[in-house]
């Protein structure tokens, strides 16, 4: 089980960083930021620093998943269902359910050792979504969150607050 997250944390590094290399230009942006203190659970207040990225949007159009993991192969997933839309002053709460039936979630994996967390309280912030300065097919989304999350059995809980910044995605 291990391995296979490691293959997959691999596989999608390897994606991100090939793409990556395709859309440099040197905008005006200051580039792609995240930063969030975890603690509780397997996290004793871990400070989660970006390393790999990547931001897809629904095949309904309507959701957002953005996938981070950072150099120690911890990864934080976050989908945001289309409930109140993507502009900036939009709070996304967790758990809530749209009319599509999608729900907003975090979760939260940890490698080291093996956990898995989700997201039962708390929002997310949208402070932020603007087009990009030098591509106008796609946008650069900012926010800020304060999420609890929890095992699946709720016995073991965790605290995640933090923000992100100028996360790119195809409109």
């Known amino acids: 089980m291990k391995s296979l997250r490691l293959i997959y944390t691999l596989f999608l590094s390897m994606i991100i960083m090939s793409c990556s290399s395709d859309d440099v230009n040197n905008d005006a942006s200051e580039g792609p930021e995240f930063q969030a203190t975890i603690n509780g659970g397997t996290f004793s207040n871990y400070s989660f620093k970006l390393g790999v990225y990547d931001v897809v949007k629904g095949t309904n159009g309507t959701t957002l998943k953005i996938i981070m993991a950072d150099k120690n192969g911890k990864q934080i997933t976050l989908f945001?269902?289309?409930?109140?839309?993507?502009?900036?002053?939009?709070?996304?709460?967790?758990?809530?359910?749209?009319?599509?039936?999608?729900?907003?979630?975090?979760?939260?994996?940890?490698?080291?050792?093996?956990?898995?967390?989700?997201?039962?309280?708390?929002?997310?912030?949208?402070?932020?979504?603007?087009?990009?300065?030098?591509?106008s097919q796609k946008s650069l989304i900012s926010a800020e969150f304060n999420i609890v999350a929890s095992t699946v059995d709720g016995k073991t809980s965790i605290t995640m607050k933090g923000s992100f910044n100028d996360l790119e995605f195809v409109k």
């Open 80 to 135: 945001l269902n289309s409930s109140g839309g993507f502009k900036s002053g939009a709070v996304k709460q967790m758990g809530d359910v749209d009319s599509d039936k999608f729900r907003t979630y975090v979760e939260i994996k940890d490698n080291q050792p093996s956990a898995q967390y989700f997201s039962q309280s708390g929002s997310l912030k949208i402070t932020n979504n603007r087009e990009h300065p030098s591509n």
